[in-house]
């Protein structure tokens, strides 16, 4: 299935206003899912709209395997494993894995990533400009004609491509006359809300978890031992409550570069999964408490952990939204479900990047295909705004 929808991912969604086009696209993934056999179509059509947790309580017996393959496909998404449509995620996530090369880490860590970028651009005779925030974009005869920085310079450009989210691109940026008041409340309910914590850790070892063979240790760990914990954490951050338990993707990255720590040492990369947006009163008063809440189940793992910590730092969806500028510190920019896809991500006048602003378009996360550092919304997006221009 996941190979099915894997060449959806870097296409353009089709435009809903051509039916021609519309009727090609149909008719392209109608012979797709031919190709591959009669019964596949039949799959799809069945499995698109279920739930991982009834899907996997079909297919698997063991809660490990179950938990693991439900962690995936609804980390980074507000949605516990028994809702609706989870099922879809998991295929997204597999076909998203078969588009590249999978999940892997780049030597050096997620940073030398960034570095290469940069590198690139400035070696095709790009500037870069950091710490510098956009606080309007220039609007002229109905065209976005430049960005207007928060110091009052304004750079004027032919075309605008913006990886904000979609919500703060169009309302906030733009500005709310420019967008039709339907659109005005698609783009509000989209907005992002993220629901993932990070946690990095400093050791003075490479902590021993019990029962892990030792080449695994620079694999990726899930702490996600059932559906049940998967459900009553999910649970628990739609209430506003912190996880008693919490669920949780563990990366050693100084295992494959030790580059990473000074020798001898580690770091632990935690993405804590499913926990409030907001909690009452303000996140600040309940961090420590969910530190040590990972600290606690960590040790269930790996008893020396607590002793091995040398140093640590934790980022709340609201840390990362001030830190990093990622709009609510969510993963995709708002929420990723199968009526959020495709045609329909981030809206339905917006699917193909463009805005209702010639000039303007959008292509970050919050776009088609999702988030993930995949640079697929912002490569379908460059093919889209340079073929049409600012038209
Ligand atoms: C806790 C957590 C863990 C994650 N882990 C992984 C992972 O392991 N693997 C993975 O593939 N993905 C992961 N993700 C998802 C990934 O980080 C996002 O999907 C990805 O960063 C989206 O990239 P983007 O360029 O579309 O948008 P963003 O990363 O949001 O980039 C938008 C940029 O615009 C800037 N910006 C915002 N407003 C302004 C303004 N007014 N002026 C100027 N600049 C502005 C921001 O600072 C930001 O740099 C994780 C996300 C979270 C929250």
């Known amino acids: 299935l996941a190979g099915l929808v894997a060449p959806l991912l870097g296409e353009r969604p089709p435009e809903l206003a051509d039916p021609d086009a519309f009727r090609r696209f149909l008719r392209r993934s109608v012979w797709r ?3 591959k056999g009669g019964s596949t179509m039949q799959s799809l059509l069945r499995v698109l709209p279920e739930a991982i947790g009834d899907r996997l309580d079909v297919e698997f017996e063991s809660p490990l395997l179950k938990g693991a ?5 609804t980390l980074g998404g507000a949605e516990g494993p028994y809702a609706p449509g989870t099922s879809f995620r998991a295929i997204l996530r597999e076909a998203t894995r078969l588009q590249g090369q999978g999940a892997c880490l780049p030597a050096g860590g997620m940073g030398a990533l960034a570095d290469a970028l940069a590198a690139a651009i400035v070696a095709s005779g790009g500037e870069i400009r950091l710490d510098t925030e956009v606080s309007r974009f220039l609007v002229e005869e109905g065209k976005a004609t430049g960005i207007v920085l928060s110091s009052g310079v304004e750079i ?5 491509l913006s990886a904000i989210s979609p919500s703060v691109t169009m309302l906030e940026l733009a500005g709310a006359r420019h967008v039709e008041t339907g659109d005005i409340h698609e783009l509000r ?5 993220g629901t993932a914590a990070k946690i990095n850790l400093a050791l003075d070892r490479l902590p021993q978890f019990t029962g892990l063979a030792p080449e695994l240790h620079g694999a990726r760990l899930l702490i996600a031992p059932s559906l049940a914990e998967l459900d009553e954490t999910s649970l628990a951050a739609q209430n506003g409550d912190l996880p008693l338990e919490p669920v949780m993707e563990l990366l050693l990255p100084s295992v494959a570069d030790p580059s990473l720590a000074p020798e001898g040492q580690h770091v632990i990369s935690i993405i804590v999964h499913n926990i409030p947006h907001e909690m009452e009163g ?21 008893p020396e952990i607590a002793d091995a910590m040398i140093a640590g730092e934790i980022l709340t969806p609201h840390d990362i939204e001030r830190k990093y500028g990622l709009a609510g510190g969510d993963w995709h920019q708002g929420d990723i479900r199968l ?40 490569w379908v997006a460059a093919g889209a705004a340079l073929e049409r221009g600012n038209t």
């Not at 393959?69 to 496909?73: R, S, Y």
């Not at 339905?348 to 000039?359: I, N, V």
């Open 69 to 73: 393959l439900a962690f995936d496909a």
């Open 339 to 378: 009526d959020r896809l495709l045609v329909s991500r981030p809206a339905p006048g917006y699917s193909r990047y463009r805005t209702p602003l010639p000039g303007l378009w959008l292509c970050g996360a919050g776009s088609h295909p999702g988030g993930g550092v995949t640079g697929l919304p912002g």
């Open 282 to 302: 303000g996140w600040e008063t309940h961090r420590e408490a969910l530190v040590q809440r990972v600290i606690r189940t960590l040790g269930g793992y790996a």
């Open 33 to 35: 899912a031919m190709l």
């Open 156 to 160: 004027r450009a032919p075309l605008v």
């Open 189 to 193: 309910n989209f907005s992002p809300r």
